[in-house]
């Protein structure tokens, strides 16, 4: 790939990462990029690098617009190795002046690269270092999504380079958010904010609130991830301000695994009974669904309800993962309700209801039981949950109060 100019004397020097899909757990079906960007001035300043892997595709960028050996400045926004895997060779063969990084990241940079003699140069949230014609400032995030994690902002031209934050898993030939397909676009970063950020909602609601406060102007968002959003970056802030807050779609989402069809059969049913209520679901089996997909619906849905039969007086495999993937990531505001078949001890559902009650969902139903194979009445039951779960929908979109029954 050559070097991209998104303005003036201001390039995209990354790398795209078309063959991997698997990003610690969180399947990446359209790969990915690290993305690195290179300011032209008094200071020649690269921000970010790549992984370890793509040096050669960073180095070929750089050298096709200067001799590397000109970079004064590196700007770590990000440890994590997707951005700094390359820096030890870069600093090598840069000899920079300044590695400018936040206090948490020059802890995390030592910690990964056992070097303390680079020329660390430490900023805070609203410090400025003049590059010669343009001015670089710089914003703490921390926990967005490492301790170490900042901003850096160009001043003249507006451009908030964000690391991972308003980014995406996306390999592509483009690089900016105007020449891909859009549904294609908002489901990566859909994606992106359920298995990344979900758990930092919280800290993403502040951070919108002090931007949106400090009134800055964003031309362009330069995220590590994906491509550049210079024609509409506020579809993706605004994205962030409805994800952040929670606000259910109005949708539910069944996720389940099964055994011997039972629990299908009763997820069938509870399906029904959402239909007749008029109310939209997802059907997911845990047998064929990722679950990094199962999160990006759980992101916006309004209720998650799981199935599951009982194994070894304990939950399939599939699911217990799952619970444990989601637990992580710490979604909110939600309705749950479970159901699953059994043979002779039956605790799968009472650990799922457990799971759920320690996430703080609103549970619409005590669980739902059938021992083996469920009959016409059990599937009745299974019809009437789908109702209920689809009355405490409606009650909560009407600013009901809607309780936990357990
Ligand atoms: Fe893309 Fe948190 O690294």
Redesign the pocket.
Known sequence: MKPIEIAKNIYWVGAIDWLTRDFHGYSTERGTTYNAYLILDEKVTLIDTVKKTYIDELLHCITAIIDPKKIDYLVVN?V?P??SGALPEIINAVTPEKVICSKMGQKALIQHFHNEDWPYHVVASGDELSLGERTLSFMETRML??PDSMFSYVKEEQILFSN?AFGEHLATSERFDDQVDQSVLMHEATKYYANILTLYSPLIKKLLAKVSEMQLPINMIAP??GVVWRSNPQKIIDAYAKWCNNQGNGTVVIVYDTMWESTRKMARSIAEGLQEEGVSYTFLDLQINHRSDVMTVVLEASAVILGCPTLNNGMLPRMAGFLMYMRGLRPTNKIGACFGSYGWSGEAVGLMNDALKEMKFTMCHQGLKVQYVPREEHLAQCVELGKTIASSMKDMREGKEVKSVL
């Open positions: 990000h994590e997707d951005h999504h490492w991972d590590d991830h």
